[in-house]
């Protein structure tokens, strides 16, 4: 950040939060647990960038934004207390390693209208907007589309990878990054300092902000039960049954050999260089963990609230494991739901927008390294792979 006269400024927290207070006219934060991983993740920024300009603009912009969304949320409960009473039952989180379909089938679930399943303007802007109507809403999708157009400006290939739409179903590490707990961070700023700091958190107190979010886009727009999907879901099952002890889990299992290079690629678009041997040894180590939390969780929990599912399974009979997670959940499937989701399966048949290709050899990794560092899992859950 630089003065007038070109000297450097040290970014810091109270910084960016007094420029929120003015940029939004409010000045009350509520709770401020969220001052630690921001302060942590302004730390491993500048630790990365230091007086880097372009980056330290746009790094600014993102957090600033942020912080001001913090302000209006902390409105609309202050202004709106019948939000924090808003019921959210039974909620059916798709969890599981990064690129094992769970894009596919949270989208494929959207066609279920009765469901609330969270779209990616949303969790770019969850708040009501003070003139509450169509206005907040058409400008808060007009400003998800300009960063989805940016972001492709940046990284063309990112899309034959992962699709995102501002109206479409969207992750939730985009909506937790109103917490600064979520690995979209990581992923964005090229920052595995933070993410290595970030696996060995207690995020019970973010996962309870991030309930309360959901309050608020259920309180505006209603649905039966909601859909959500994140691969950091996995590793922090603890902290979203001390949430929401009545959740349900879809478990989506794929083969590490196949799963693994695909996210360690999709990093690399990311960031359009190589990955470290670090780096690459960081992320095998947390799927590692984060496989280790699903089994001790399932185990500790019963079958009742998991279901598994492969991957091979869901994308060759979508529906069919759509039909068979309703029905072990005990979840009403609206009427014609069937129907529309044949249509847009033809409609959006598999590697639409091109074949994602990769490989272990092209980040040190071989099939024998990959089936011993993952033995315990290829134990107990082969059968689905």
């Known amino acids: 950040m630089l003065e007038k006269n070109g000297k450097s400024i040290r970014l810091t927290a109270d910084m960016l939060m007094e420029d929120a207070c003015r940029l939004a006219r409010l000045h009350e934060w509520g709770e401020e647990g969220f001052r630690v991983p921001l302060g942590q993740l302004i730390a491993y920024f500048r630790e990365k960038y230091g007086a880097d300009k372009k980056m330290n603009l746009r790094f600014q912009n993102a957090i600033r934004a942020l912080l001001v969304n913090r302000l209006f949320i902390r409105d609309n409960f202050e202004s709106h207390p019948e939000i924090l009473r808003v019921p959210l039952h039974r909620p059916l989180f798709i969890v599981g390693l990064s690129r094992t379909g769970s894009t596919l089938l949270h989208r494929a679930i959207a066609r279920d209208l009765s469901c609330r399943v969270l779209l990616y303007w949303e969790a770019l802007h969850p708040f009501i907007g003070r003139n509450v109507g169509l206005n907040h809403e058409e400008k808060s999708k007009k400003l998800a589309e300009l960063k989805i157009k940016e972001m492709y ?22 909506l937790m990054r109103h917490t600064f707990c979520s ?14 700091w970030l696996v060995n958190q207690d995020t019970t107190g973010s ?26 879901h996995l590793l922090n099952l603890d902290a979203i049954l001390n949430v929401f002890p009545d959740a349900n889990f879809v478990w989506l ?10 996210y360690l690629n999709l990093l690399s678009v990311f960031w359009g260089n190589g990955l470290s041997k670090s780096f ?11 496989l280790e939390m699903g089994m001790r969780v399932e185990k500790k929990i019963g079958p009742g609230q998991f279901l598994n599912v492969g ?3 869901l994308v060759n009979d979508p529906i069919a494991v759509i039909l068979s997670i309703y029905n072990y959940f005990k979840y009403s499937l609206a009427p014609g739901v069937e129907t529309d989701l044949r249509k847009w399966l033809k409609e959006n048949p598999r590697h639409k927008h091109g074949v994602h290709t990769y490989g272990l050899e092209k980040f040190g990794l071989t099939h024998a390294d990959i089936k011993n560092r993952f033995s315990r899992y290829y134990d107990e859950y082969g059968h689905f792979l």
Not at 189 to 196: F, M, S
Not at 215 to 221: D, I, M
Not at 280 to 290: A, E, G, K, L, P
Request: aromatic fraction near 16%; glycine fraction near 2%; include cysteine.
């Open 153 to 174: 400006l940046r990284m063309p290939d990112y899309f034959h990878i992962h699709e995102i739409k501002a109206t479409a179903p969207e992750e939730c590490n985009v």
């Open 183 to 196: 690995m979209s961070f990581a992923s964005e700023w090229h920052l595995p300092r933070y993410a290595q």
């Open 207 to 232: 996962y309870r902000y991030y309930r309360k979010l959901l309050q608020l886009l259920l309180w505006h727009k209603p649905g039966n039960f909601p859909v959500l999907k994140c691969p950091s």
């Open 280 to 290: 690459v040894d960081f992320i095998c180590h947390y799927s590692i963990r984060s």
């Open 253 to 262: 299992h794929r083969d590490p050999i196949s799963a693994i290079p695909s």
């Open 311 to 313: 991957y091979n399974e």
